[in-house]
Structure formats: C-alpha cells, structure tokens
C-alpha cells in the first residue's frame, strides 16, 4: 500500500535564516498558489451514475454552493469510440493531473473492472488521497458497494451531499497519510457542518 502524496506541492524545506529575505517574495507569489483550489478526478459507472456526476458539476457551478473543485475531467477529452488504450491513456493524464480522485460508489461500482477499478488502482499507484462517495446516502463503509480494492487502501467514506464532499475535499489529504484502510466520519462531523 501506498500513502497519499500531499494535497500541495511546494516544498519550504530550502528556508533558513540566511533566506530570510525572500519570505515577503514567497508570500506574495507562492501561498496563493499553494492553497488553490483541488483538481478532482471523479470516478464513476459513466452508464448508471452519470446524473450524479452531473449535480456535482452543478454544485461547483452554482455559486450559492460552498462547493469547489476543478473538474480533471475538463483537462483532455476521452471518446467512446476510441480504443480502450487511447481512452486510458487520456484518463491517465487525468488522475497524473489531479490532487484528488473521488469515487461515485452506485449499484453496480464494485463490478466495474475496465475502467473503475483501473482507475483506483492508479489512483493508489499515484498516492491520490481518495473520497469514496456512497449515492445511497450512507455514512459509513457500505461492504455491498464498496470495492475491495477501496476497503483494503486509505480512503474516507462520505454520503452523497455537497457539504460532506467539500469538507472532506479539504480534510482527507491532509490526514489520509496517516491511515492505509478504508475510513469515514464519525455523526459529529457531520452535526459540525450543519447535517
């Protein structure tokens, strides 16, 4: 099993006192870069689940939502009609270009092996912190949808609601390096962001 890498990149290690004056610069250039906003690759039975993906961009679109993430979706394109290693091959310049993979956990998800599961799998080969998101509304691990491969790796389970998703966008890749199996939020996270 692999840790999740860090959500940001940057890397203040090289700050000692002789580099003291090149704070006020790392400050003014680097900080808003560092805390930008996530890209998040969604992962999801693009033939079932594909209205719940579709609420999600919505809740990022709508800006009466405390939901934000950019889409890697929204990075290449992947058609259909291409062959299944050229597909592949976009959505893997996808999951190299995201902070985040979030998993749509439907009926049938943990069936999936073409394209799901090899997404997690990569997903894990990268360290991507992983959001599983149960489309039922369920607030734990829920074993009848969940993939093995999700169960046996660091990730937090979620229910589906824009609230949830966005607070664990910002606190699981802080924290999924410490665990290496399957997670979720215990009732009083949810109470402390209103659900």
């Known amino acids: ?65 405390n939901f934000n993430f950019k889409n890697a979706h929204d990075l290449s394109q992947a058609r259909d009609t291409s062959s299944e290693d050229t597909i592949k091959r976009s959505l893997r310049f996808r999951l190299n270009s995201s902070d985040i993979l979030i998993v749509l956990l439907g009926e049938s998800t943990k069936n999936l092996f073409k394209f799901v599961r090899w997404e997690i799998e990569v997903a894990i080969e990268l360290g991507l912190p992983i959001i599983a998101v149960n489309l039922n509304g369920l607030r734990t691990i829920d074993s009848n949808r969940c993939p093995a491969i999700l169960r046996d790796n660091s990730s937090i389970h979620v229910s589906y609601n824009s609230a949830i998703i966005n607070f664990a966008i910002s606190d ?12 979720y939020y215990f009732e009083s996270v949810y109470k402390s962001i209103g659900l």
């Open 1 to 65: 099993m692999r840790s999740c890498k860090k959500l940001f990149r940057i890397n203040f290690n090289f700050l000692n006192i002789e580099n003291v004056k090149i704070i006020p610069i790392l400050v003014e250039h680097l900080l808003p870069v560092y805390f930008m906003t996530p890209t998040c690759y969604i992962c999801f039975d693009g033939d079932k689940d594909i209205h719940h993906y579709r609420l999600m961009t919505a809740w990022n679109e709508n800006p009466r939502f």
């Open 172 to 183: 699981w890749p802080k924290q999924c390096n410490n665990y290496n199996s399957a997670r």
